[in-house]
């Protein structure tokens, strides 16, 4: 009998003592989807230190990350001239060559720039070796799509921004 009142009393306390517990729910700070106050946040920064331009060529400089991994993206990253630029009646064609071309140098986290790039109208490709190169576009969906261009300009600094590829 003894022992039956006792195992009433152990269970009545057990379920007080979850009660209380499953009324406060409170979420433990670190757990998914929390954000706690006061906990500072670390933004990607660049590994580079952007070159100054010279009188005869510009620098270009931004950064390009992957869809969904914010991370730079496996390819190699070049500039392919536009060489119709300045005459509309022209359709594009685009001048690229993955030896001669200006090629980015890219860190972990997508930070770019481009060294000593000639004047001109340029757009930002991907390199895929064997496979046909991935031209990145403005980002628009609706008739003003084009590509993102490159207006490059002796003796300046060019920032694209942040620019996020598929």
């Known amino acids: 009998m003894k022992r039956k009142k006792y195992l009433n009393v ?41 070159p100054t331009p010279s009188s005869e060529f510009a620098v270009v400089h931004g950064r390009i990350i992957k869809e ?13 001239a536009n060489i119709t630029a300045g005459q509309p009646d ?3 064609y685009f001048s690229f060559s ?4 200006p090629q980015a140098k890219v860190d972990d986290n997508g930070f770019f720039y481009f060294q000593n790039v000639p004047e001109g109208q340029y ?5 895929v070796p064997g496979g046909n190169p991935i031209f990145i576009d403005n980002g ?7 590509y993102l261009w490159v ?12 620019i996020v590829v598929p």
């Not at 757009?123 to 390199?127: P, R």
């Not at 628009?140 to 084009?146: A, P």
């Not at 207006?151 to 942040?162: C, S």
């Open 90 to 92: 022209l359709p594009v």
């Open 123 to 127: 757009v930002i490709l991907l390199f």
């Open 68 to 80: 969904g991994t914010n991370k730079a993206p496996e390819n190699s990253v070049f500039l392919a």
């Open 140 to 146: 628009k969906t609706d008739d003003t799509m084009d």
């Open 151 to 162: 207006n490059a300009v002796a003796n300046e600094t060019l920032d694209m921004g942040t």
């Open 10 to 50: 152990l269970l009545i306390f057990v379920l007080i003592s979850m009660t209380l517990l499953s009324a406060c729910n409170k979420k433990l700070p670190g757990k998914t989807g929390d954000v706690l106050e006061n906990e500072p946040t670390t933004e990607p920064v660049s590994s580079f230190e952007i």
């Open 98 to 101: 993955h030896v001669t071309s």
